[in-house]
């Protein structure tokens, strides 16, 4: 019997399933949406933060972001969200194109800007990055009404 070959292991079968996945969201998603879901910055909560806000959108996902500004610079932003896949990308880009930046700066951040990072989006997904934008916007404001009191 050497043409026989020797039963996957459950593991192995899991592996298999797993991998042909991620084949299939990089052909629809692209390379970096894909990555910056699995493998997201600055995820996590600020002790103290300078600025926080958390939103919930229409399709009940929550986004919360947290800064840390010195100087009237972003030095540190965390996000957490109850959304998967490409929440989790926008949350992770958003976060990371706004480190070291004014808050300025930040407020003028668009939904084209994190779309661009990632390369596109297909144009069937209904995800947008707004909940991420929507979110540092809000974060951004809590900011600046805490720097008026």
Not at 109 to 128: W, Y
Request: aromatic fraction near 4%; charged fraction near 35%; proline fraction near 5%.
């Amino acid at each position: 019997m050497a043409g026989r070959r020797k039963p996957k292991t459950f593991e192995e079968m899991v592996t298999e399933l797993e991998e042909k996945i991620r084949e299939e969201e990089r052909g629809y998603y692209g390379e970096r949406m894909v990555e910056e879901a699995l493998k997201p910055k600055n995820v996590g909560e600020l002790k103290n933060p300078d600025g926080a806000a958390s939103i919930t959108d229409s399709e009940g996902e929550t986004m919360q972001i947290q800064l840390k500004v010195d100087g009237g610079i972003i030095k540190d932003i965390k996000f957490v969200t109850d959304a998967r896949g490409p929440v989790i990308a926008f949350g992770s880009v958003v976060t990371e194109l706004v480190k070291g930046k004014t808050v300025d700066e930040a407020a003028t951040l668009g939904e084209g800007d994190i779309v661009s990072v990632l390369d596109g989006l297909p144009e069937e997904d209904p995800h947008t990055p707004e909940l991420a934008v929507n979110t540092l916007k809000a974060a951004l404001e809590d900011y600046k009404k805490k720097q008026e009191d």
